[in-house]
């Protein structure tokens, strides 16, 4: 939590409240995803601050405006270098919101929806082509947006990210191994 408190500016509150081990194997329980996504929908995202904030915390005005909260995803390696399957992430500068269709997201305890992105020329893409064990990627799965302004650009409120297979991967690189450890973060 600490990690998140120091690197996201204004950020007061964190909440951990998930987390994904991805392995490059076939019989792996999560593999990386092929398809290019957003964890959350703003519904989803919205559901997920009032199941993990607790009802006597619990303020209504943080989902309808009064705050500003964030869904991000901390990526690390877990086993050295990322050779194989990069982590891609599309160019927010660049219009993309009418690319999106909701998918229904089911698991035993609960159904939500997740953003997945159609294919579209205008998108541009980058990624990160070795991820070393010390970096920590901190993509933002969804944003809020706060009704004070900021002092800077607009901030995305969500950031498509995937994997994918890198045709320059060497024959014999080590097969990718990763965690995504979701957390709220309030301001």
Not at 41 to 59: M, P, R, W
Not at 137 to 144: E, L
């Given at each position: 939590m600490n990690l998140i408190l120091k690197n996201i500016p204004g950020a007061n509150k964190v909440i951990v409240f998930d987390h994904n081990i991805r392995r490059q194997d076939l019989d792996a329980y999560r593999r990386p995803l092929y398809r290019a996504?957003?964890?959350?929908?703003?519904?989803?995202?919205?559901?997920?601050?009032?199941?993990?904030?607790?009802?006597?915390?619990?303020?209504k005005s943080i989902i309808d405006g009064g705050h500003r909260y964030r869904i991000i995803n901390v990526w690390r390696p877990i086993n050295g270098t990322v050779d194989s399957n990069p982590l891609a992430l599309v160019d927010v500068s660049i219009g993309y919101e009418n690319d999106f269709v909701s998918v229904e997201f089911r698991s035993p305890d609960r159904t939500g929806d997740i953003m997945l992105i159609q294919p579209n020329q205008k998108q541009k893409w980058m990624y990160f082509s070795v991820v070393q064990e010390f970096e920590?990627?901190?993509?933002?799965?969804?944003?809020?947006?706060?009704?004070?302004k900021d002092n800077r650009a607009e901030v995305a409120t969500r950031l498509p990210h995937t994997a994918f297979w890198d045709p320059r991967t060497l024959k014999g690189a080590k097969k990718r191994e990763s965690i995504e450890v979701r957390a709220l973060v309030f301001r």
């Open positions: 996504h957003v964890d959350q929908s703003a519904k989803a995202a919205a559901e997920c601050v009032l199941l993990h904030v607790s009802d006597e915390e619990q303020d920590r990627p901190f993509p933002q799965c969804f944003g809020s947006k706060s009704q004070e």
